[in-house]
């Protein structure tokens, strides 16, 4: 007996391995020998019985391993070798039921022990077919994933692009920010120095004013009057006093020797040839010291010039305006009836512009205007700036996917058309269906976020489409596979495999692309 079992392992060694019961692998080989006891325990060890019970078409074990070559167990497993290709696992319930399931056991064994013959092996086909695919779909992938790197360049340069543009922007807004607070401050002490005007010609009476300034002018024509009236008087004595040095010059005997008498006439002479004759319309300077007095005296004239200055047209009917306070209530009513004709015919005729711009305050003079027009300006540029870093920083927040690659694609349009419809895909923003026979377009909803599918790819989730009738809003998912994408033009990137619609007004695409390595 010990030299039977001392040659045990030798003998082991030379034999062939005791045969497997059917649709047992190899490396479970050493579960399915018969104990020395002819006994058999389930895998799950939950029951033993004779080894003669496996494979007899009858289910003892709960886990179903007592019949790895028949149909009897509900939840059994067959195992086929499959030579020349990969091994499968066929459920049991497709095991002997006369059909090749060349899909799992390309060799036929699941059918050859009740049906020999049935399913020839075909693994040396299927199995290079298999290897060939596999062999194409690395090269897909290989293909893929170098274009996947440029797309991430792309995308790291664009994301490159709003950082430079949002610093831009900031620097930009500071700069504004201050521009706008001195325009802001510039209209303000302009708008105060007006109002301060107003308030003076309001509260003293335009009319006041305005007679005050008759006033004035009126003591600037008499001053005018007597200060020709004494040119003139001035005028006429010189012009007697010229005729008597003249009569004198002519008329005068030099033989008489009188010094004083030719001292006269020289000096008369000589002045006469140097003096330029006045022009008739010359006003000779004003009484410099009346004159002085009349400008430096403290009143409201300058303000009422200023005003006048400033204000153009439109400012003058503003100013009608504030003087029309001071008239009586007839008067008003025939102004303002006369005052609306002129302004329709004038409208009607085009020649004045029919609506106020609402940033322009009817009140504001044109420098005001114009003060108002740039600090609105500065405003908006700041609002606009503001906008620009908004949309930045949101950029920038976005989920691009891993190394931000989506980046490079959002707002790529995909299409493709299948059966009656038309599927466009915009990457990240929207999906379209489009009806090929009228155009109709159905929203199939707006992106709103990555998934992971259960192959561990990538999902784009677009969502809240148009309500389908009796069901639900439209939406689609998106998955994403690896590859180049075989696509042209825009979205040349990415190429569309296929659209279903598993359930009504849910979608599903496949779509392979660079983003999906
Ligand atoms: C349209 C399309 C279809 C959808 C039906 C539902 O015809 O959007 O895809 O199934 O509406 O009524």
Redesign the pocket.
Known sequence: VLALLLATPALASTNPPPPRPRGVPKSKASLYLPSPDGSFTCLDNSKTIPFSRVNDDYCDCPDGSDEPGTSACENGKFHCMNRGHVPGWLSSSRVGDGICDYDVCCDGSDEEWVFPGLCPDRCAEIGKAAREAEREKRRINAEGWAEREKLVAEAAQKRAEVEQKLEEARAKITAARHREALLKQNLDEILAHEATIAKRLGSGGAAAVAQKAREKIARYQNAIQSLRAAISTQRERTEILEGILDDLAKGYNPNNQDMAVKAAVVGWTELKAALVAPADNTDVSMNAAEIRDLLEEEDDLGDVIELLDMREVEEAVNLLWKIRAYLPDPVNQYLMSTYNTVKEQLQQYGIISSPASPSTSSQDSKTAAEARSAHTKASQEIRDLSAQIDRAQKDLEEDFGQDGVWRALKGVKVEVVVGE?TYELILLEKAT?R?NRDSTR?N?GSFSRFETANNGGIVLVYERG?K????PD?SVKVYIECGAGAGTGTGKEMEVLGVV?PE??E?AMRVRGPVGC
């Open positions: 419809y269906q009806s159905s199939l148009a389908c009738w009796n069901g439209r619609e009504k007004c979608y």
